[in-house]
């Protein structure tokens, strides 16, 4: 199942860094997102196009879990001359993971 049936994002910048917050639609779904999305995944989701490590906080009293993606945005907005300088787009590519759907979900 796509990430897209369970959460939406919101992604932000500064400099060359992007996050992209994910929340949970249902928060009792959101220990299954926790456990399906971690920060190796969405590493690997981006490929070469997060040159730096990936962080995630998690915010489970707001059911969501927040990704600080260094080395993405081509040198930082001011500098890059990419269509999508702020990394906008990304919450919506992040999005397109596939992740096993939850029990009772299949």
């Given amino acids: 199942m796509k990430l ?5 994002a919101r992604a932000g910048d500064k400099g060359d860094t992007s ?3 994910l929340i949970a639609h ?3 779904e959101f220990g299954w997102l926790a456990e399906q999305v971690t920060e190796a995944r969405v590493k690997a989701h981006f ?3 997060v040159g730096g490590e990936v962080l995630r906080y998690a915010l489970p009293q707001l059911g969501a879990l927040n990704f600080v993606l260094h080395g993405t945005l081509g040198g930082g907005v001011t500098r890059s001359l990419s269509l999508d300088a702020h990394g906008k787009s990304l ?3 992040l999005l397109e ?10």
């Fill in 47 to 49: 490929g070469a196009m």
């Fill in 97 to 106: 993971m596939e992740i096993a759907p939850p029990p009772g979900r299949g």
């Fill in 91 to 93: 919450s919506s590519s």
């Fill in 4 to 8: 897209r049936d369970l959460a939406h």
């Fill in 19 to 21: 996050n992209i917050a």
């Fill in 26 to 28: 249902d928060p009792a």
